[in-house]
């Protein structure tokens, strides 16, 4: 903080004081919160705010503007960073409130920035197969139906809330084609690849039979044990056994199958814009 010793600087050592005695933290996050409060403390200062009570909502928000931009004396900070400092900061005049130091919060309103989301990592096409190999592998009904909807997950690029609600009247296997009915009900026709075109046959002609034989037959493709429509969890789990089985350590989710699906698609030479039209 700085040498001046302001009633700002006072309050700063009293809110760390608490955080290591009677809230316990951590040595090195102890140091974290010390670090950024002292630069904010040093900003506030500068800005001849000294006083928690003098520090408006535009200020901190100044302060956060400050952290990402950069000074003489600091490299701009990412958004985790710029995050930590300004939750430490919300901390601080939290305790102030509660201290009756202030009369209201100024950083109530004044939110982290988010991180940027992140795509998952496209899957090498080896590992690809090896998990839809795994899927099929012990020869069961329930093999036969796993290979046939991960095939589908990734031959389409469908999202796994698409595959799961798909009847058999959405295929058109003379076409091999498919329909898939996506966000806000927003449907589009997507090409059928020939090896989900056979796991899909196979499952049809030979798997599905016997998951209807206790529950009669209903219009859902995908079924579970008891003959009912396949949740989206149970085929998340379809996937994510699959994958175990295959020896792919990566974390693989239906998304992952997705983004691997147009990735490889684009890999190959295809139209971006296609590509788009076939994810919905």
């Known amino acids: 903080m700085s040498e001046s010793g302001t009633p700002l600087d006072r309050v700063v050592a009293e809110y760390l ?68 400092s300004i939750v430490a900061a919300r901390g601080f005049h939290k305790f102030c409130l509660r201290e009756q130091l202030v009369g209201t919060d100024v950083t109530a309103a004044v939110r982290p920035p988010r991180q940027p989301s992140r795509l998952p990592k496209a899957l090498p096409l080896a590992d690809v197969e090896a998990i839809l190999a795994a899927a099929g592998e012990p020869g069961t009904a329930l093999a036969m139906r796993d290979r046939a909807l991960l095939e589908l997950l990734y031959g389409t690029g469908a999202r796994i809330s698409e595959a799961v609600g798909l009847d058999i009247d959405d295929l058109d296997l003379e076409q091999s084609s498919v329909l898939l009915t996506g966000k806000g009900s927003k449907q589009r026709i997507v090409p059928l690849g020939s090896f989900a075109r056979t796991a899909i046959e196979d499952y049809l002609g030979k798997a599905r039979p ?4 206790t529950a009669g037959s209903g219009p859902a493709l995908f079924l579970n044990s008891r003959g009912g429509r396949l949740s989206r969890q149970s085929a998340w789990t379809v996937l994510t056994r699959a994958a175990l089985r295959a020896g792919v350590t990566v974390d693989v ?23 788009q039209e076939l994810l919905g």
């Open 17 to 84: 004081s608490h955080l290591a005695v009677e809230r316990g933290l951590a040595d090195n996050t102890l140091s974290s919160y010390r670090r950024d409060l002292r630069r904010y403390a040093d900003f506030m200062v500068a800005r001849g705010l000294t006083e928690p009570g003098a520090i408006a909502e535009a200020d901190v928000t100044a302060f956060a503007a400050a952290l990402r931009t950069g000074d003489a004396e600091h490299q701009p900070l990412g958004t985790s960073s710029v995050a930590r």
């Open 253 to 275: 989710s239906p998304h992952t199958l997705r983004h691997s699906f147009a990735t490889h698609l684009l890999d190959g030479g295809a139209d971006v814009r296609a590509v």
């Open 210 to 213: 016997t998951l209807t034989a």
